[in-house]
């Protein structure tokens, strides 16, 4: 089974930064490509940003100059690096990944569990 666990959310002023990380473990021959969505109740799910697996990077314009998404191939673990954050940047953030199970060679997408980020005025 593989498995990807979000850490790092919490509460934060506006103006303030939050990291979060996603690790990935399981039964996994390779991880290919990362990423991070969103959504707010009443909302859909929305791309943040996407890495991969040689370190190239796509971000929502939302947050293309504040945001940082990297990966530790190493870890098969992603990060999100958020920087002056906004109100608006309140949701449930969602690890996701593109990735080959061991069990089968097929690409499979996984997801996280969520975790929530909340930004105060």
């Known amino acids: 089974q593989v498995q990807l666990v979000e850490s790092g959310g919490g509460l934060v002023q506006a103006g303030g930064s939050l990291r979060l990380s996603c690790a990935a473990s399981?039964?996994?021959?390779?991880?290919?490509?990362m990423g991070w969505y969103r959504q707010a109740p009443g909302k859909q799910r929305e791309l943040v940003a996407t890495?991969?697996?040689?370190?190239?990077?796509n971000y929502a314009d939302s947050v293309k100059g504040r945001f940082t998404i990297s990966r530790d191939n190493a870890k098969n673990t992603v990060y999100l690096q958020m920087n002056s954050l906004k109100p608006e940047d309140t949701s449930v953030y969602y690890c996701?990944?593109?990735?080959?199970?061991?069990?089968?060679?097929?690409?499979?997408?996984?997801w996280g569990q969520g975790t929530q980020v909340t930004v105060s005025s």
């Open positions: 890495i991969s697996k040689s370190g190239n990077t």
């Open positions: 996701n990944a593109v990735l080959i199970p061991l069990t089968r060679p097929i690409e499979s997408r996984v």
């Open positions: 399981g039964s996994i021959f390779s991880i290919n490509a």
